[in-house]
């Protein structure tokens, strides 16, 4: 009864905490002081909850960490509801940025 009552328990907590996490790596010039209108603009995007920048230093390369919304999960299905990896890409080459890569760090 016990393991019943723990399966059931992680299933609840699993989709709770449900999120998607992707990272957009982009080559430009980004000062540190644009770091946090860029975060505020990205998240602005349909679905991204939260995004967060990390530059490298010594190059003109960083990374765009972007989670996604939990509530997306729920509308997966409706085409109008998806998140988009081109609406980050538009995002990147509005600001002056080439993007690079785009990735899935985890579901």
């Known amino acids: 009864m016990k393991s019943i009552f723990a399966l059931f328990f992680a299933l609840?907590?699993?989709g709770i905490s449900?999120?998607?996490?992707f990272s957009y790596t982009f080559?430009?010039?980004?000062d540190f002081a644009s770091i946090a209108r860029l975060e505020t603009e990205c998240?602005?995007?349909?679905?991204v909850y939260r995004?967060?920048?990390k530059l490298k230093e010594g190059?003109?390369?960083g990374t765009?960490?972007?989670?996604l919304d939990s509530a997306l999960k729920e509308k997966r299905a409706e085409a109008d509801n998806h998140f988009s990896a081109t609406d980050v890409k538009?995002?990147?080459?509005?600001n002056n940025l080439s993007p690079l890569s785009f990735t899935k760090i985890k579901n």
């Open 64 to 67: 765009l960490i972007i989670e």
């Open 90 to 94: 538009s995002f990147l080459i509005e």
């Open 43 to 47: 998240s602005d995007i349909h679905g």
């Open 51 to 53: 995004s967060k920048i």
């Open 12 to 14: 609840f907590i699993s």
């Open 18 to 21: 449900y999120s998607q996490t």
């Open 27 to 30: 080559e430009g010039d980004v």
């Open 59 to 61: 190059s003109n390369k």
